[in-house]
């Protein structure tokens, strides 16, 4: 083979190497980028949506739910579930609660949330035999009075349910912080 038979041979395979290696480097830039832009969009598309239309964002304000009958209510605190229609996005669900209700020495009625204000487990009245006129938590020993004021282990009084009475009936509705626990 002459001397530039083999020249143009070794051009041939640098420009066709320089091909190869061209379009693996725009591959991967095509593949990154493709990624790197759905990522991006995953992210951002739901935070817009939620910036720019209320319709999508959680229910936060609660109805109000009938629970029981105000005859049943006395001055001990007893257990009520009842459910509630929850609407989050696209999401929708009727979870039952859980309402600890009594009636206080002025006759006013009180619903306290049961969630313990320590780390979340759920406290019952008279949960610890040794304490039978309070709250008691079966996790860390939490101990709350009847108003939900905190006595031990957790720092916070138990949250409360507001509360209306109506023809007879009990209604709660929005959770808030507990306004009573003194
Ligand atoms: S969760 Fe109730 S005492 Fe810890």
Known sequence: M??????????????????KEMSRRQFLTYT????????????????VRFAVDPVLQP???????KVVE????????????????????????DPELEAWISK????SILALNPTCKHL????????????KDQYGC???GAQYTKEGKALRVAKLPL??????SENGFIYVGQLHANEVAK
Not at 59 to 65: E, F, I
Not at 70 to 93: C, L, N, R
Not at 104 to 107: F, N, P, Q, V
Request: hydrophobic fraction near 30%; aromatic fraction near 8%; glycine fraction near 10%.
């Open 32 to 47: 990154l980028g493709g990624t790197g832009g759905f990522l991006a969009a995953t992210m951002l598309v739901p935070m």
């Open 104 to 107: 206080e020495a002025d006759g």
């Open 138 to 140: 079966p996790c860390h």
């Open 2 to 19: 002459s001397d530039n038979k083999t020249h143009e041979a070794h051009g041939s395979d640098v420009r066709q190497k320089a091909k």
């Open 159 to 164: 949250d409360q349910y507001s509360v209306k």
């Open 59 to 65: 229910k936060v304000k609660a109805d109000w739910v």
């Open 70 to 93: 105000e005859s049943k209510i006395t001055d001990t605190p007893a257990s009520f579930k009842f459910q509630i229609h929850q609407v989050d996005g696209w999401y929708e669900s």
């Open 120 to 131: 979340g487990c759920t406290v019952k009245w008279a949960g610890n035999p040794e304490h």
